[in-house]
């Protein structure tokens, strides 16, 4: 499996805890989490609890599902040196 693929554009790479400042300043702002089933941040930690949510629950929900866990890459997109999106993409297979 891939574990990361860069483009001039795009960035697709595991989420690592120094991600942190990046989902911060795009998960505070409540125009952004208006229609998501979270709450806009209010301090940097709760960016560094989901990015640890978002690595280790989902792959225990996985498990849970009878799936196997291949991978996951983040969606990074850069314009001008700035991160603009996140996505979340996970690789599953079945027994």
């Known amino acids: 499996m891939i574990s990361k693929l860069y483009t001039k554009r795009l960035h697709l790479r595991k989420m690592h805890e120094s991600d942190a400042s990046n989902l911060f300043n795009i998960w505070s702002d409540p125009h952004v989490t ?3 089933n979270i709450n ?3 301090e940097i930690e709760q960016a560094r ?3 640890n949510f978002l ?3 989902s792959i225990n929900t996985l498990r849970r599902l009878n799936f196997t866990f291949a991978g996951t890459l983040r ?3 850069k314009s001008k040196g700035k991160f603009i999106d996140l996505n979340v993409y996970s690789k599953l297979t079945t027994d």
């Open 40 to 42: 806009n941040f209010t």
């Open 55 to 57: 690595n280790t629950n």
């Open 75 to 77: 969606q990074v997109e």
């Open 34 to 36: 208006k229609y998501m």
């Open 49 to 51: 609890d989901m990015i």
